[in-house]
């Protein structure tokens, strides 16, 4: 697989939680300002992007310590984050979303933050990976802005469809990277 698919896939899989958030939020607003859907995707892409690279820059820190590891890092993080992605799909109810209404920095920071913690994780892992970061993170960020756009269009459709299906694919996606990092460091000994 390809350098580019794999970062377009963790890209995707990170992406889902701004991805839902964008339907609540569109669900939410009485009415969608191209405005708003800009500055509410671009604080979604903007974290995700600068996550991955702090927690690159982490993972650079500890390399001396662990890389006779990593590769096993990389996998036990893909799969938690994977397992958290799809538990948190399957025990949260389909309700229908909770969101603020007003569209404030503090809010804009606060969902910014919650959906990229999974981004700061992944960041250590890509070091691992020996991925660059100044491709990653930018593809990670505007892949994430893309998917919080395409939300807010498409909430009118998710009215009545659980968002909790795209979660477990994301999950799943991420596991199975996850998987494929393992077995790519076994099978190259």
């Known amino acids: ?20 958030v964008s339907i ?18 671009l604080f979604f892409g903007g974290f ?11 993972g650079k820190g500890f390399e001396s ?23 948190e799909a399957l025990s949260g109810e389909d309700e229908p979303c909770k969101l603020s209404r007003q569209l404030t920095f503090k809010v804009l920071l606060m969902i910014g933050l919650a959906t990229s913690i999974d981004a700061l994780v992944t960041g250590i892992t890509l070091y691992f990976m020996n991925v660059s970061i ?27 469809v659980p968002t909790r299906y795209l979660e477990i694919a994301a999950g799943i996606i991420l596991i199975l990277l996850g998987c494929k990092v393992l077995y790519e460091h076994l099978s190259a000994e």
């Not at 390809?2 to 939680?17: A, C």
């Not at 939020?25 to 500055?39: A, E, P, Q």
């Not at 995700?48 to 982490?58: E, N, R, T, Y």
């Not at 310590?65 to 538990?87: E, M, N, R």
Request: charged share 15%; proline share 2%.
């Open 1 to 20: 697989m390809s350098l580019f698919i794999e970062i377009f896939l963790i890209g995707v899989g990170l992406s889902m939680d701004a991805f839902a």
């Open 24 to 41: 609540c939020k569109g669900l939410s607003m009485k009415k969608i300002k191209k405005r708003d859907v800009f500055i509410i995707a």
């Open 48 to 58: 995700q992007a600068l996550m991955p690279f702090i927690g690159w820059f982490l």
């Open 65 to 87: 310590y662990i890389t006779s590891i990593d590769h096993w890092i990389a996998f036990a993080v893909f799969l938690a984050l994977g397992l958290k992605v799809i538990d």
């Open 134 to 160: 100044w491709f990653a993170a930018p593809a990670i960020g505007i892949i994430t802005f893309v998917c919080a756009v395409i939300g807010f269009q498409l909430n009118c459709c998710f009215k009545k």
